[in-house]
Protein backbone atom coordinates (compact mmCIF):
# COMPACT_ATOMS: atom_id res chain seq x y z
CA UNK A 1 0.00 0.00 0.00
CA UNK A 2 1.00 3.26 -0.86
CA UNK A 3 1.24 6.16 1.48
CA UNK A 4 -0.22 9.19 0.63
CA UNK A 5 2.89 11.18 1.16
CA UNK A 6 5.27 9.40 -0.75
CA UNK A 7 4.49 11.63 -4.03
CA UNK A 8 5.72 14.48 -1.64
CA UNK A 9 8.53 12.90 -1.00
CA UNK A 10 10.02 13.03 -3.76
CA UNK A 11 8.80 16.16 -5.42
CA UNK A 12 11.68 18.18 -3.71
CA UNK A 13 14.42 15.39 -5.64
CA UNK A 14 16.56 16.93 -8.36
CA UNK A 15 18.09 14.13 -10.38
CA UNK A 16 21.02 15.95 -12.67
CA UNK A 17 22.85 14.18 -15.51
CA UNK A 18 26.19 15.45 -14.81
CA UNK A 19 28.26 13.05 -17.99
CA UNK A 20 30.06 14.92 -20.28
CA UNK A 21 28.71 13.17 -23.18
CA UNK A 22 24.83 12.96 -24.23
CA UNK A 23 24.05 9.31 -24.36
CA UNK A 24 21.24 10.10 -26.75
CA UNK A 25 23.12 12.15 -29.40
CA UNK A 26 26.73 11.07 -28.26
CA UNK A 27 27.64 14.90 -28.19
CA UNK A 28 29.90 16.66 -25.71
CA UNK A 29 27.49 19.21 -23.28
CA UNK A 30 28.27 22.72 -22.83
CA UNK A 31 29.18 23.26 -19.74
CA UNK A 32 30.11 19.96 -18.87
CA UNK A 33 32.07 18.76 -16.69
CA UNK A 34 32.04 22.02 -14.53
CA UNK A 35 30.97 21.87 -11.16
CA UNK A 36 31.01 24.41 -8.47
CA UNK A 37 33.65 24.17 -6.03
CA UNK A 38 31.81 25.49 -2.53
CA UNK A 39 33.66 23.58 -0.16
CA UNK A 40 36.87 25.40 -0.02
CA UNK A 41 35.99 29.21 0.60
CA UNK A 42 38.12 32.01 -1.75
CA UNK A 43 40.98 33.55 -0.04
CA UNK A 44 40.12 36.94 1.90
CA UNK A 45 42.01 39.85 -0.01
CA UNK A 46 45.18 40.88 1.32
CA UNK A 47 45.97 37.62 2.86
CA UNK A 48 49.38 36.19 2.07
CA UNK A 49 49.49 33.58 -1.33
CA UNK A 50 52.40 30.54 -0.88
CA UNK A 51 53.99 32.05 -4.13
CA UNK A 52 54.54 35.64 -2.17
CA UNK A 53 57.44 33.98 -0.10
CA UNK A 54 59.14 32.06 -3.15
CA UNK A 55 58.65 34.84 -5.02
CA UNK A 56 60.46 37.41 -2.18
CA UNK A 57 63.03 34.46 -2.02
CA UNK A 58 63.82 34.80 -5.47
CA UNK A 59 63.76 38.38 -6.01
CA UNK A 60 66.24 38.08 -2.43
CA UNK A 61 68.47 36.07 -4.64
CA UNK A 62 68.36 38.25 -7.70
CA UNK A 63 69.57 41.31 -5.84
CA UNK A 64 72.71 39.22 -3.84
CA UNK A 65 73.79 37.96 -6.95
CA UNK A 66 74.07 40.83 -8.89
CA UNK A 67 75.75 43.01 -6.54
CA UNK A 68 77.95 39.96 -6.73
CA UNK A 69 78.11 40.73 -9.96
CA UNK A 70 78.81 44.66 -10.14
CA UNK A 71 81.53 44.27 -6.72
CA UNK A 72 83.39 41.48 -9.59
CA UNK A 73 83.17 43.97 -12.20
CA UNK A 74 84.36 46.62 -10.00
CA UNK A 75 87.50 44.57 -8.95
CA UNK A 76 88.14 43.50 -12.04
CA UNK A 77 88.09 47.43 -13.50
CA UNK A 78 90.18 48.15 -10.67
CA UNK A 79 92.65 45.82 -11.25
CA UNK A 80 93.01 46.60 -15.11
CA UNK A 81 93.75 49.99 -14.19
CA UNK A 82 96.60 49.06 -11.12
CA UNK A 83 98.09 46.87 -13.89
CA UNK A 84 97.98 49.56 -16.45
CA UNK A 85 99.79 52.00 -14.15
CA UNK A 86 102.30 49.48 -12.98
CA UNK A 87 103.20 49.19 -17.09
CA UNK A 88 104.01 52.80 -17.41
CA UNK A 89 105.54 53.07 -14.07
CA UNK A 90 107.79 50.21 -15.31
CA UNK A 91 108.31 51.89 -18.76
CA UNK A 92 109.37 55.49 -17.59
CA UNK A 93 111.91 53.85 -15.17
CA UNK A 94 113.53 51.35 -17.79
CA UNK A 95 113.59 54.63 -20.18
CA UNK A 96 115.23 56.90 -17.45
CA UNK A 97 117.82 54.44 -16.72
CA UNK A 98 118.85 54.10 -19.92
CA UNK A 99 118.86 57.60 -20.92
CA UNK A 100 120.59 58.08 -17.81
CA UNK A 101 123.82 56.56 -18.41
CA UNK A 102 123.95 58.36 -21.55
CA UNK A 103 124.09 61.68 -20.15
CA UNK A 104 127.87 61.62 -19.95
CA UNK A 105 127.77 61.42 -24.00
CA UNK A 106 125.33 64.09 -24.26
CA UNK A 107 127.57 66.13 -21.46
CA UNK A 108 130.83 65.32 -24.07
CA UNK A 109 128.59 66.53 -27.62
CA UNK A 110 127.65 69.40 -25.58
CA UNK A 111 131.13 70.26 -24.87
CA UNK A 112 132.26 69.89 -28.33
CA UNK A 113 129.84 71.34 -29.98
CA UNK A 114 130.76 74.76 -27.86
CA UNK A 115 134.52 74.33 -29.07
CA UNK A 116 133.29 74.27 -32.45
CA UNK A 117 134.55 70.60 -33.06
CA UNK A 118 131.34 69.08 -34.17
CA UNK A 119 131.95 68.42 -37.56
CA UNK A 120 131.78 65.62 -40.44
CA UNK A 121 130.30 62.79 -39.51
CA UNK A 122 130.68 63.13 -35.78
CA UNK A 123 128.04 65.57 -36.26
CA UNK A 124 124.82 63.53 -37.60
CA UNK A 125 125.89 61.21 -35.20
CA UNK A 126 125.28 63.56 -32.02
CA UNK A 127 122.77 64.57 -33.84
CA UNK A 128 120.63 61.17 -34.60
CA UNK A 129 121.31 60.65 -31.14
CA UNK A 130 119.88 63.66 -29.71
CA UNK A 131 116.82 63.63 -31.88
CA UNK A 132 116.44 59.82 -30.49
CA UNK A 133 116.68 60.81 -26.52
CA UNK A 134 114.50 63.69 -27.40
CA UNK A 135 111.30 61.48 -28.96
CA UNK A 136 112.01 59.48 -25.85
CA UNK A 137 110.84 62.38 -23.71
CA UNK A 138 114.86 63.77 -22.69
CA UNK A 139 114.86 67.74 -22.57
CA UNK A 140 117.25 69.99 -20.61
CA UNK A 141 116.93 72.59 -18.46
CA UNK A 142 119.05 75.47 -17.00
CA UNK A 143 119.71 78.95 -18.71
CA UNK A 144 122.02 81.96 -17.22
CA UNK A 145 119.90 84.31 -15.99
CA UNK A 146 117.77 82.09 -14.19
CA UNK A 147 116.77 82.22 -10.30
CA UNK A 148 118.29 79.51 -8.07
CA UNK A 149 115.89 76.72 -7.30
CA UNK A 150 117.96 74.32 -5.30
CA UNK A 151 114.99 71.72 -6.20
CA UNK A 152 116.52 71.26 -9.48
CA UNK A 153 119.85 73.34 -9.64
CA UNK A 154 123.02 72.33 -8.40
CA UNK A 155 125.12 74.98 -7.22
CA UNK A 156 129.03 74.48 -7.92
CA UNK A 157 130.26 78.36 -7.31
CA UNK A 158 129.19 80.67 -5.22
CA UNK A 159 129.84 84.31 -5.24
CA UNK A 160 128.47 88.08 -4.80
CA UNK A 161 127.41 90.59 -7.51
CA UNK A 162 126.04 93.89 -7.26
CA UNK A 163 124.30 92.68 -10.23
CA UNK A 164 121.64 91.06 -8.51
CA UNK A 165 118.75 91.11 -6.46
CA UNK A 166 118.51 87.48 -5.74
CA UNK A 167 120.57 84.26 -6.16
CA UNK A 168 121.02 83.77 -9.54
CA UNK A 169 122.41 81.44 -11.97
CA UNK A 170 125.23 83.10 -13.24
CA UNK A 171 127.16 80.12 -15.36
CA UNK A 172 125.79 76.98 -16.70
CA UNK A 173 128.72 74.19 -16.11
CA UNK A 174 126.34 71.16 -17.03
CA UNK A 175 122.98 71.37 -18.18
CA UNK A 176 119.78 69.58 -16.17
CA UNK A 177 118.21 66.86 -18.23
CA UNK A 178 114.31 65.59 -17.22
CA UNK A 179 112.06 62.99 -18.73
CA UNK A 180 108.44 64.80 -18.01
CA UNK A 181 108.28 66.07 -14.22
CA UNK A 182 111.29 63.22 -13.32
CA UNK A 183 114.69 65.14 -12.87
CA UNK A 184 117.23 62.80 -13.65
CA UNK A 185 120.30 65.27 -13.28
CA UNK A 186 119.87 68.86 -11.93
CA UNK A 187 121.74 71.87 -13.84
CA UNK A 188 125.11 72.46 -12.54
CA UNK A 189 125.68 76.39 -11.58
CA UNK A 190 127.40 78.99 -10.64
CA UNK A 191 125.56 81.06 -8.36
CA UNK A 192 125.96 84.59 -7.55
CA UNK A 193 124.05 86.53 -4.67
CA UNK A 194 123.43 90.29 -4.05
CA UNK A 195 126.59 91.78 -2.12
CA UNK A 196 126.12 92.57 1.47
CA UNK A 197 126.12 95.96 3.52
CA UNK A 198 129.62 97.50 3.00
CA UNK A 199 131.92 96.77 5.99
CA UNK A 200 131.66 99.78 8.89
CA UNK A 201 127.87 101.05 6.99
CA UNK A 202 126.19 99.05 9.38
CA UNK A 203 124.07 101.78 11.93
CA UNK A 204 126.84 103.11 14.66
CA UNK A 205 129.60 102.19 13.37
CA UNK A 206 130.59 105.86 12.41
CA UNK A 207 130.01 107.18 15.73
CA UNK A 208 131.41 104.64 17.42
CA UNK A 209 134.34 104.80 15.49
CA UNK A 210 134.80 109.37 15.96
CA UNK A 211 134.07 108.52 19.62
CA UNK A 212 137.22 106.54 20.15
CA UNK A 213 138.99 108.98 17.74
CA UNK A 214 138.79 111.97 20.52
CA UNK A 215 141.07 112.63 22.70
CA UNK A 216 140.01 112.03 26.52
CA UNK A 217 139.52 115.51 28.49
CA UNK A 218 141.72 115.83 31.16
Known amino acids: ???PNS???HEGLVIRDNRRIDPETGEVREGAGKTTDKSSPAAPAGAP???DGLAADLTAQLAERTADLQRLQAEYSNYRKRVERDRVVVREQAVANVLAELLPVLDDIGRARDHGELNG???KVSEALETAVGKLGLTTFGTKGDAFDPTVHEALMHSYSSEVTEPTC???LQPGYQIGDRILRPARVAVAE???P???SEPGAGEAGEAAADPEDN
Open 7 to 9: GSE
Open 49 to 51: RPD
Open 194 to 196: PEG
Open 121 to 123: GFA
Open 198 to 200: AAG
Open 170 to 172: VEI
Open 1 to 3: MTS
